[in-house]
Every structure is written in structure tokens, then in C-alpha cells.
């Protein structure tokens, strides 16, 4: 059973796709109909609008919930967080950092994925940014999973140890790289996104020369197909660039 307060998908055909929070009795309305949620309700289920509309009840994948966040800021896309996740083995248990907490989008991704043995450390150095992202975190229900700091990491540091990944997304990454140095454990890894080369550059010549080996900067579109009977091709438009992903990963001295 979906529990009161847990968010669904409530999905009508392809312009009638709703993101909502599931509360029994609310009613929900839209150009194909009211919707009353029942008492009781479970994913996958269907409910009909006084039109008759059918809507699906589905449950939200992680990609729904980062782009359907309140947010005040750009976000970090699906297509580029899959593959920082992949590259730096962020797993159950990790102990992960993020300096640019945001709107909190990276945030519910990286709670979700470490899960109750694990720790998110976001660091956030403008407070309209740091309360939005913690009001977000707490809708989604994984507060007890991050611990937020108002704080500038580019001038005072982490102030932690023992991580075993760094996230960056801010406009200066390379002011962080000796910072993280610090904070990461031994063969601990780096993972920034940066909209420009120039950023690229200075952020990759830092980590060289910071020791970090394995460093390596990569870019991804994502292009979806139409698929129909009549023929399959491209959609005309497209996620084409977003950022250019940097890792790499800690030596000991």
C-alpha cells in the first residue's frame, strides 16, 4: 500500500503525466478530469476520472523525483549523475561529500543510493540554496541520511575526513580539488561537472597537480527515438550538452 505522504506518478498518456503526493481523499484536477484519491491505493492500480479517463498509479523513479524538484537553481541531469555514480562505485554504506547542495536534486539521488548505513555531507555556501535543499531532502523523507552545512568549502575546507567520494558542482571545482585532497580517503574519488572548457582546464591541471591520477573528462548526450509503426527515428529535439564530467581518484602520499 502507498503510504500517506509518499509521491506518485499519475500518468494519463504522454501530456498528462503528474507528479504528485498521495494524500486519501484529495482531489486532483486536470483538462481530462477530476481524480479523488481512495482510502487505499497500491502502484500500478487505475484510477477513472468523472470524464472517464483512465490514469495509471505509478511509482516514481529517481529521475522523476530530481526533475520534478523544487528548485531555484539548474540541476544536474540523470544522464550525467548515472554516470558519475557508475564511476566512482557510490554504493550502500558509502560516505560521500558534495560541495553545491543546490536545490537538492544530486542530493535525493546520492541518500537514496547510500541508504541508512550511509552519509551524505552537503556543503552549500548560500543559505537561500542550503534551506530549499533541506526542505526538499525532508518531503522525500531521507533527512536522517544528510547532514547540510552553511558553509564555503573553497575558503574554510570540509572540515570532515574519511570520504570516499566528492561531488562538485560550483562554478570554481579547481579551488576545492586541495580541499578534497583532505577530506578523501586513500584511492577515493573526485567527480565534478563543469558547463565549460575553461573550468575543464583549470580544474584538471589542479587535480594533476594535487596527485590525483586516473583523471579523465568525458561528455554525453542523450538523444531519445520515436518509435511507431508508420517508421523509428530520432526525436527532432534533444539533452545534448549539459556539462563535462571530470573524475579521478586520491593517492596517498
Not at 586541495?178 to 574519488?189: N, Q, S, V
Amino acid at each position: 500500500m502507498i503510504k500517506e505522504g509518499e509521491f506518485v506518478i499519475l500518468y494519463g498518456g504522454r501530456k498528462a503525466n503528474y507528479f504528485l503526493q498521495y494524500k486519501p481523499g484529495q482531489k486532483f484536477s486536470s483538462h481530462l478530469g477530476e481524480i479523488v484519491f481512495p482510502e487505499e491505493l497500491e502502484y500500478g492500480k487505475i484510477l477513472v476520472s468523472h470524464t472517464g479517463h483512465k490514469f495509471l498509479v505509478l511509482r516514481p523513479s529517481l529521475s522523476d523525483m530530481i526533475l520534478n524538484i523544487k528548485r531555484q537553481t539548474t540541476i544536474m541531469y540523470p544522464k550525467d549523475i548515472g554516470y558519475l555514480i557508475l564511476e566512482t562505485g557510490l554504493r550502500e554504506g558509502s560516505i560521500v561529500a558534495e560541495v553545491g547542495s543546490g536545490s537538492g536534486a544530486l542530493t535525493t539521488v546520492l541518500a537514496s543510493i547510500v541508504g541508512e548505513r550511509g552519509k551524505v555531507h552537503s556543503f552549500e555556501r548560500r543559505e537561500d540554496f542550503h534551506k530549499l535543499a533541506i526542505e526538499n531532502i525532508k518531503k522525500y523523507g531521507i533527512s536522517n541520511r544528510v547532514k547540510f552545512y552553511l558553509r564555503d568549502v573553497a575558503q574554510e575546507g570540509f572540515g570532515i575526513q574519511g570520504v570516499e567520494v566528492i561531488f562538485v558542482d560550483v562554478p570554481e571545482p579547481w579551488e576545492i580539488v586541495r580541499w578534497a585532497k583532505e577530506a578523501l580517503i586513500g584511492g577515493g574519488f573526485w567527480a565534478s561537472l563543469s558547463p565549460n572548457v575553461e573550468q575543464v582546464r583549470k580544474t584538471v591541471t589542479e587535480l594533476l597537480n594535487q596527485g590525483f591520477v586516473l583523471v579523465r573528462t568525458v561528455e554525453i548526450l542523450e538523444r531519445e527515438l520515436l518509435v511507431r509503426e508508420s517508421g523509428t527515428r530520432p526525436k527532432e529535439t534533444m539533452i545534448s550538452h549539459t556539462g563535462y564530467l571530470t573524475v579521478a581518484r586520491k593517492v596517498s602520499d
